[in-house]
Each structure stands twice: as C-alpha cells, then as structure tokens.
C-alpha cells in the first residue's frame, strides 16, 4: 500500500496538484505552469513537486482537457461519418432553435464533419428493433477505402434505432477494423449514448470519434510515462458525470471524459456540504482562462443527462457547469468606444504583462497587481515574481485611451470582469427559477476568491466561503469521489400502459450489469452500490425530466404510479413554475448509475487558535477609487476561532482572497474563511 493518495487538474494556466499523506492525515497543494504543447509535461512536472517517487502513489486521479481543448479548438481528427442510407443528413439538419426563433442574427452551430463526409450506408432497422433491410456490407467496406484514401483519423457510425437493435452498427465496426486495422478509431452511436434521439446520438458518436484519438494518445503516453518511473496503480480519470473510471476504460469510452477538467470543482463543493451543513451552494471557479459555475442542491451535485458545447449537443451524464471566458489571463480591450474584458486570454505564454514573459496587453491579473491586491514576491506559491511596472505600463496603456487615471482604469477591468461573472451566476440561477440569495458563496480557482466577495455584494448572497487550497480546490475534490458507470435503457410507455413487473426487471438487469463492470475498475463486492432513475415528461411532450428512484425494485410497490408522478409534478413546477398533476405521463428512459467506493480521505479538523492575535502587515490596497490600510496575512496564520474586519487581504500558496471594506472574516473548523458583510452579523 502506497501513502500518498494524488490528484491532479490541468487548467489553461496551471496544473494543480493535490496530495493527501495517509500515514500523517495531512493535504498538501501545488502548482506547475501547463504545458500546452505537451500536456504531460506539466501533469509530471506538478506530481514530481509533491511526490519524490510515484511509486509511494496509493490512488492516483487526473482531469484532463484534452478532449475539450481539441474540440473547442477544432484540432480534432477528420470524421468520416456513416449513417442510414436515405436519412444521413440527420447530421446537418440538426433541429431548429426553438429558443432562438426569432434571432434574425442566428447561426446554426458549424457542424465537426463536412457534409462531403457523411455517406449513407443501405440497410434498415425499425423502430420495433426488428431488421427491415440487412445491413449493405459491401457499401461498409468501400466506406472504409474512402477513410483510407482521404485520410480520416476516426470513422463515426450512426444508424437508425441502433438504440432498439445494434446489430448494423455491431457489424460496420467488424467490418471496419477488418479493412483498416484495429488501430483506427471506430465510434458507434449506441455506445457513445444509447438513447432514443436520433441528431444527438449522431452528434455524441461525431464528438468521440472527433476527439477520442487525441484522449486515447494522450492518455497512452501519460501512462507509459507513469509506468516508467514507478507508478503501481492505475491512473484514474475524471468523468464529466463526477466519477472517475481507469484510463483504460476511458481510452475505450473517451467522450466521458469531455469536461473531466471544471467537474472536480462541483464534487469539491458537494463534500465542503456534506461537511459543513450548508445544503445549498453556488461554486464558482476562476483561474487563468475561463470561469465555471456549478450548483450544489440539498448536498448533491446538478447533473444534467444532455449537454451541450458551442451548440452540438452530447447525451450522457454530466455536472451541469456553466462556462464564460473571463479569467485572471483575460485581456481587457476597447471596442466600440467601450471596455471588454475576455473572452480572450493571455494563457499560460506569453500570459498577463507582470508574468515577464512577452505580453503586453491588460489583463484582469495586472489591474489586480497595480491595485495592490496581489503579493508580486509570492505568486503561485513563490514560483514566479510579478513585475507591477510592466502590470501598470500594460493598464496605463489602455486607460489613455479613455482619459482615466491607471487606478481608475484597473478598477474598471475588475468591475467589468466581475459584471460578467455575475451575469454568469444569473445565467445558471435565476433563469431557472433559483435565487442565488438563498445559497452560500463558494469561491475556487486561483483568482476566484479575489473576486468572490464583489460578486456575493452584487447578487445579494450573504456568506462567502473560501475553502483551503482554493487555487486547486477541483483537485482536491477529485480525492473525494468514486467510480461511477452510467447505464441507459430507453423504455417509452404511457403510465397506463406501464407494466411495472417489467420495468422492475429492467433496472434489476442494469443493476447487475453495472455492477459486474466495476469488477473490471478493480472493485470489491461489498464496495460497489446502484441508483436509478427514469426519464418522464408528460404524454405528447418533447423533453424530459429525470425523477429518481428509490431502488430498482420500486415499480414493485403498489403506490409507485402516484408516488413517482407526484416526485415528476414536484419537479417540473420548481423547474417550469407549473406542474399539471393527474395528467397523462409517459416514461421514457430507465437510467442506473453504478458507483465503486474506493475510499476517501478524512476530512481534516483545522488547529484552534491559542490567541485572538494573528501575524500580519498593513499595506495600502484600493478600493472604490481610494487607497486604504489593509490587513494583508498569511493563510497558514489563521486557525479557528480567529476573526477580523476588511478590508483584508488573504495570501496563501494557491490563491489570494480580496475582503472588500464593510465585511468581516471568521475561520471554520475546517480552515475555511467565511466572509459576510458586517451588517448582516
């Protein structure tokens, strides 16, 4: 048995890495800049600052963005997509945008496969399941010579209902790895999402095989890598869904792994609940290039069963996250005789002016530093110095072009970056139907907690909470989670209809499925536990909404029928303000997700304080136009019980906390700071 348990999250900037020493009880954190040309490189770079031989490894989890990046950046492989002859435009039809019919600006998403590269595939399945037409095979293998001959990476294959009967799909990839090797990536549709809407199943196999041989080779080498320097256990993966599963089985299944990197932060947040009885929480984390929301309601994570990125949607299981681009790197901008700030970013090189590395423009990092809320000497924990001459040069640059003073000007950006954050919150929040108010602050990311506290004042949210190591708080989280498999079975009948002997045996195949393939993840028996859920909208409606179930031998009991339809009521009136109790209802779609506990660390109990006295300096910081004297402490100085007004500002190796004037600061049993206004005490 190894001592340390490891994770480790991969931002555009930087790479976190978490330790959690089993022997002593203790966390640890680091940082290492990301290497964009070779992601790797920092992932080893971080581990080999906290570790000294990966053979001590216990547990080792990695969220990478790999996929997301090569999709965001359309560096994917080329696509040659197959699908049912007669219906293989489904593709770039797509479906209309019913929330945008009346955008005259309105474009449809641009599509990851050409429409030169989609052919239609004779052979027909009914929606029954049953063979209409057998599969043409001979059309499969001149498809296959076409792949060879253009040079396609990855061949997509989506045919008609696969979800009812993959039989056509089971034999195109036979015959494709036939044709071209076992090396070629072959993504079928029923397993990338096996369910029943026919464009986003097509889009959900497009995206892995989009993206799957850049995860799979990356992922490869990452392992190989480990392997020859001493790892022993497996290396596991962030799923989207906040699972994780071993690298091997997310080479086969790499469209989970989408967005692995932003989820840790929302598993992160469902533990600091659990752990301090908050049940409701609004995570928002901000580092170098993007900042991401996430929910925690009544202690669990929001999981949404679809998402969707730059308007291709996916089908599978994923922590809701909402993502604009504003970040510490964001460059601030004049358009149109107004200031921007984002989405672009200054990235990790050359990165913001005071980084020294090259850059020139404004970032949301310089006004930061020229407003005297960062420490230039100890930046990511001391591993770089910031130069606030280059950070004032780059902001005064930019305020000439307004006639403002350079203060005035790095004000400006912090306000307009934090205007656009909190447009961000609304966006997951109020649009449906949750008042922010009635939730606490949680702020991450390495330059979350230097604007959380302005964001919490421009919401109304009372209570801010920055948990310890907050510049690699989705790291940690990571440490926190299990392994999870999710399992889909479409099942479409009105509750009239429903024959709940059946649909009890459907879950209890599920069940044993999944929990059977956590054997595989290295899963005992007595470790391994299921939940189930079914999707239900009402008769002749479109979309659904997922109602859980309390086991799968629920549609046993004898009260199932009103009591689900009740829960699905429940649901849909905190969703839509409206529910239609006793109308018809009709089920959808069974899902079980299989979870494998392999443990976790002990939530490790903060030391009290021995005095009301704490080590700090004052420095002069501004706020609202004016430089005031500010508290400036060490995080590691501050135990629980010690209390103190702002304004203030928080240093520690990970990240910095900013408290604005008429706010005050306490510390928890845990190390968090919990920061409300003065008023509201």
């Known amino acids: 048995m190894g001592r340390y348990r490891v994770a480790m999250d991969i931002g555009g900037t930087f790479t976190d890495v978490v330790t959690y020493d089993q022997q002593s009880g203790t966390f640890a954190a680091t940082k290492a800049s990301t290497t964009p040309g070779n992601l790797s ?18 547990f080792l989890v990695h969220g990478t963005t790999q996929g997301l990046n090569a999709f965001l950046e359309r560096r994917g492989v080329p696509v040659l997509l197959l699908g049912t002859a007669g219906v293989e435009d489904t593709y770039h039809i797509a479906r209309g945008p019913r929330t945008r019919l009346y955008d005259l600006h309105y474009r449809k998403p641009t599509p990851l496969v050409p429409r030169r590269d989609v052919l239609g595939i004779g052979g027909r399945i009914a929606a029954d399941g049953t063979e209409l037409t057998p599969l043409d095979e001979d059309a499969v293998r001149e498809a296959a010579r076409r792949a060879r001959a253009d040079g396609h990476g990855a061949i997509a294959v989506a045919f008609l209902f696969s979800y009812r009967n993959p039989a056509h799909e089971l034999r195109a990839r036979e015959i494709l790895h036939e044709e071209l090797g076992d090396d070629v990536t072959v993504s079928i549709s029923h397993e990338a999402a096996k369910e029943w809407r026919e464009y986003e199943r097509t889009s959900s196999a497009v995206v892995e095989a989009y993206t799957g041989p850049i995860v799979r ?38 469209l989970q792994t989408l967005l692995s990197g932003p989820v840790g932060g929302a598993i992160a947040g469902a533990e600091l609940s659990r752990q301090t009885g908050r049940p409701n929480l609004i995570g928002i984390d901000m580092g170098g290039t993007s900042f991401d929301v996430s ?94 001459g280059l950070a004032a040069t780059a902001v005064d640059g930019l305020a000439e072009m307004f006639g403002m003073t350079t203060t005035a000007m790095a004000e400006g950006i912090c306000d307009v970056a934090n205007s656009k954050m909190a447009q961000a919150i609304r966006t997951i929040t109020v649009s449906r139907g949750i008042e922010p108010r009635d939730s606490a602050l949680v702020a991450f990311g390495g330059a979350g907690p230097m ?13 801010t909470v920055v948990p310890r190591f907050p510049g690699a708080f989705s790291a940690w989280g990571m440490l926190q989670t299990q392994i999870r498999q999710d399992w889909t079975e479409p099942y479409f009948f009105l509750d009239q209809d429903l024959d709940v002997a059946d649909m009890a045996a459907q879950l209890a195949r599920m069940e044993r499925d999944g929990l059977a393939a956590l054997e595989h993840e290295g899963v005992s028996g007595n470790r391994r536990s299921a939940s189930h859920a079914v999707d239900i909208r009402y008769a002749a409606q479109e979309y659904t909404l997922t109602v859980p179930l309390t086991g799968a031998d629920e549609p046993n009991d004898p009260d199932f029928l009103p009591s689900v339809a009740q829960r699905f009521a429940d649901l849909h009136k905190n969703r839509y303000g409206h529910a239609n109790l006793g109308a018809p209802i009709e089920f959808v779609t069974l899902r079980t997700a299989a979870f494998g506990d392999l443990g976790r660390p002990e939530p490790q109990k903060w030391p009290a304080a021995t005095s009301a006295d704490f080590p700090y300096e004052i420095r002069t910081v501004v706020f609202d136009g004016t430089g005031r004297d500010t508290i400036v402490a060490r995080r590691d100085d501050l135990f629980v019980g010690h209390t103190f007004d702002g304004p203030a500002v928080v240093i520690e190796d990970t990240a910095t906390t900013v408290v604005p004037p008429d706010y005050a600061v306490s510390v928890d049993d845990i190390g968090s700071l919990v920061i409300r206004r003065k008023d509201s005490l």
Not at 218 to 239: F, K, S
């Open 217 to 254: 080779r990356y992922l490869l080498d990452l392992e190989n890598r480990l392997a020859g320097r001493g790892l022993r256990v497996p290396l596991h993966v962030m799923q989207s869904s906040g699972g994780i599963l071993t690298a091997e089985s997310a080479r086969r299944r790499p």
């Open 41 to 58: 490189e920092g992932v080893l770079s971080g581990l080999d600052a906290v570790v000294d031989e990966p053979s001590g490894i216990d």
């Open 451 to 463: 604007h959380a506290v302005f964001l919490a004042r421009e919401l109304g949210i009372a209570e």
């Open 295 to 388: 929910l925690i309601v009544d202690g669990e994570p929001d999981v949404s069963a679809e998402a969707q990125l730059e308007g291709l949607p996916m089908l599978m299981s994923v922590v809701n996250i909402h993502t604009v681009g504003a970040g510490g790197g964001s460059v601030a901008w004049a358009e149109a005789g107004g200031l921007r700030v984002g989405p672009r970013s200054a990235g990790a090189r050359p990165g913001p002016a005071c980084y020294g590395r090259g850059g020139t423009e404004p970032t949301v990092t310089d006004a930061n530093l020229v407003l005297g809320r960062i420490d230039p000497d100890g930046f990511a924990g001391g591993q770089m110095t910031l130069d606030t």
